[in-house]
């Protein structure tokens, strides 16, 4: 049998890393109205006022505070720029969506998840008229680089 390297473990340890010590944080699932953009922003790009019109409706934001709300418009400004043609920007936008849980991998690392019900009641027909003109303008982005 192989030596034991370090100390035994003690049998009355409490295990620090459950569920419960970051808190899972249960969303409703469901898109809301959201805020508007703001006009002095001045975004010009379609794919930042998309940007901004899903960020601001997503169920993350349902108890956003001024702070985030301030860091939305940052990130909004960064995606115009990146519209605009400046890729380096890339990761700096995806660095900071994954800190609201932009994809299933974020949200799991942020302990975050719907809730299952109110998101079968929420379903209903999805926005797929802007998903062929977005494709398009990302394919032509990128083209171009």
């Known amino acids: 049998m192989p030596a034991r390297r370090g100390p035994a473990p003690n049998p009355s340890s409490a295990r620090r890393n459950t569920d419960h010590a970051l808190g899972e944080r249960k969303l409703s699932g469901q898109t809301g109205t959201g805020r508007e953009l703001p006009k002095a922003l001045g975004i ?19 108890d956003w505070m001024d702070t985030d709300w301030a860091e939305l418009e940052i990130v909004t400004k960064i995606v115009d720029a990146f519209y605009l043609g400046d890729m380096k920007l890339a990761g700096e936008i995806r660095q900071r969506v994954g800190k ?13 998840s719907f809730d299952k019900q109110d998101q079968a009641e929420a379903a209903g027909p999805s926005e797929t008229d802007s998903h062929a003109d977005m494709d398009a303008e990302l394919f032509k982005l990128l083209s171009e680089g």
């Open 100 to 112: 609201w849980g932009a994809t299933t991998e974020d949200r799991a690392r942020l302990r975050m």
């Open 44 to 62: 010009t790009t379609s794919g930042a006022k998309r940007f901004w019109k899903t960020w601001a409706s997503a169920p993350q934001t349902e």
